[in-house]
């Protein structure tokens, strides 16, 4: 299983939610950060179906990895399988909820497909295994992560709320000007690193 | 030999999550028989849960108007639920006012059959029948647009409201491997009950349009659900306005022969707008209707008229066109089709005429 780094879960948790944010340090799952954020209600929409997914999604990939694709020596297939593996579970995802969780279907409902390629979940399962987390790590990286994800995408909506009456310049407004916001947020998540080392 | 472990493996657990998603699919999609009562007992199904409203009640012959097939972007499929089934998805949101929420209306294609429904629907979808018909006649009226003349064959006739329209289904061709069903205007009268006729403009990159332009000839049997819609004439006005481009001639067509037929006392002005004189059609019909009728008059008008068109008509934007020939909205309605830019530019011109929202009709597509 390669020796696990020495760094408690509970630091990741918090590392994943400020210093190294998925988003705003690794500037994964754009797309959706981007385009989704027009709307706070919307925007912690996507955020919790992303924080749900990300916990189900790093659980089976490192249970998969560790007791499957090791010992079969399928190692070198983990982008591809992860990436089934991650479609796969957020069908069943969705269905369950349909079916047992309806009020919390209606409101992740349109946001479950579209997280299926989402690259900050897939980015999450490669991680844990380049850095070799340990269960309990990995567990709370996905549950930092996910929140990470869904603080950024809020605050980023809650941003662009405010400003969406302001007037632009053409060529800045719609996704330029969210760029450059998101760059300004990064820049100031920079000041949390130094609170916790990971990596 | 990697190789083909590689390939073996990847099967074999691709298999084992498609197993796992269908077993899913059977275990938690799978939501039994259910009773849907529609108008108070008027009529009662029992049927296998699942599934969208929309498309249960089209398996039982319950035809609701929905011109997007499902994919709540036309907001068209609206049931009234006497039963709250939770609330309303972001997806309906758009298409449902603060009211309408209030009395439970939903769209059918986005509430999902999972229990015993109990719905109210306007009485008279159950008119709403599905047709077989044979294509009798394609005339090629312009470059883009074609006119299409279907003999009913079961039902073998058809009641509907001048202005009225109809839903194709589409079949799959080369790469399109989806049916779709599309509304097109009913371009013929309501007296002739044993026939249909459409005008369908060929979008390009449409499904539909391509599929009737492109793979149907004379001959051929097609289907079509309606007759849907509410764009019919209303009473209270002496002077009719008739303002329509490109294949949103269809429905006024439908509606002026109607008039004439019924010999009702109306005055009726039909602005039809075009670019250049190659999108004109259906011109000696029209003007012919005008020498024979004295209360019909017929205002083409071209909005990019190029020298050698030798065009003698209204030039102009079809709202400057009507501005100029309608003094204000006392006694008159307006009846658009056309396309949603043309509509808007419409509507705006008219209110600012004198003419109350209320006494314009539309019909957008």
Redesign the interface.
């Known amino acids: 299983m390669g020796s696990a780094p020495a760094i408690s879960p509970f630091v990741i948790f918090l590392a994943s939610i400020f210093t190294s944010n998925m988003v705003l340090s690794n500037f994964l799952g754009m797309c959706s950060f981007i385009s989704v954020s027009s709307e706070y209600k919307?925007a912690t929409?996507l955020g919790k179906a992303v924080l749900l997914v990300m916990v189900f999604t790093t659980v089976i990939n490192w249970l998969l990895y560790h007791y499957?694709m090791v010992p079969?020596g399928?190692d070198y297939?983990r982008y591809?399988?992860f990436i089934?593996?991650i479609a796969?579970t957020v069908?069943?995802i969705e269905?369950?909820l349909?079916?047992y969780l309806?009020?919390l279907h209606?409101k992740l409902?349109?946001f479950l497909p579209l997280i299926t390629v989402n690259c900050a979940i897939l980015g999450i399962s490669l991680f844990m295994i380049i850095r070799s987390y340990s269960f309990l790590q990995t567990v709370l990286f996905g549950i930092g992560s996910g929140l990470g994800w869904w603080l950024a995408i809020a605050a980023l909506a809650a941003i662009r709320e405010k400003m969406a009456g302001n007037e632009l310049p053409p060529g800045l407004a719609g996704p330029a000007i969210t760029f450059i916001i998101t760059g300004i947020m990064a820049l100031a998540f920079v000041g949390f690193s130094g609170i916790f080392m990971v990596m | 030999m990697t190789v083909l472990f590689t390939v073996l493996s990847l099967s074999v657990l691709a298999t084992v999550l498609a197993g796992l998603v269908s077993l899913a699919d059977f275990r938690l999609n799978n939501y039994g028989v259910c009773t849907i009562d529609i108008n108070d007992g008027s009529r009662r199904f029992e049927v296998k849960g699942g599934s969208s409203l929309l498309s249960t009640l089209a398996s039982q012959k319950v035809f609701i108007p929905s011109a997007c097939g499902g994919k709540a972007t036309c907001g068209l499929c609206k049931v009234t639920m006497l039963e709250s089934v939770g609330p309303i998805l972001p997806t309906e949101e758009p298409y449902i006012s603060e009211k309408e929420r209030e009395a439970g209306v939903r769209l059918a294609c986005q509430v999902k059959v999972k229990q015993d429904l109990k719905i109210k629907i306007p009485e008279e979808l159950f008119n709403i029948k599905q047709y077989r018909t044979r294509v009798a006649e394609i005339v090629q009226l312009t470059h883009d647009i074609k006119q299409f003349r279907f003999e009913l064959l079961e039902p073998k006739t058809i009641d509907f409201k001048a202005g009225q329209y109809i839903q194709i289904d589409s079949k799959p061709y080369d790469k399109v491997r989806e049916a779709v069903s599309r509304a097109y205007s009913i371009s013929s009268v309501p007296s002739e009950k044993n026939i249909v006729e459409l005008i369908i403009r060929l979008v390009p990159g449409g499904i539909c349009t391509t599929f009737m332009h492109e793979h149907v000839s004379e001959g051929d049997e097609i289907t079509f659900a309606g007759p849907f819609g509410d764009f019919y004439l209303r009473d209270g006005a002496d002077e009719l306005i008739f303002i329509a481009g490109g294949s949103g001639l269809a429905p006024i067509r439908s509606l002026v022969l109607d008039i004439l037929e019924k010999n009702l006392d109306k005055k009726m002005k039909f602005f039809f707008g075009a670019v250049r004189r190659r999108d004109l059609y259906y011109v000696d019909f029209f003007q012919e209707l005008e020498r024979k009728y004295s209360n019909f008059e017929y205002i083409p008008a071209l909005s990019g008229a190029a020298p050698e068109d030798e065009w003698e008509g209204e030039t102009g934007l079809i709202t400057d066109v009507v501005a100029r020939h309608v003094p204000d909205g006392v006694n008159r309605q307006a009846y658009l089709c056309g396309s949603p830019g043309m509509i808007n530019a419409c509507v705006n011109v008219l209110t600012k005429i004198g003419f109350d929202r209320s006494a314009i009709f539309f019909d957008e597509f």
Request: charged fraction near 15%.
């Open positions: 919307t929409g499957v079969l399928l297939l591809l399988l089934i593996v796969a069908q069943i269905m369950f349909d079916r309806t009020d209606m409902g349109i």
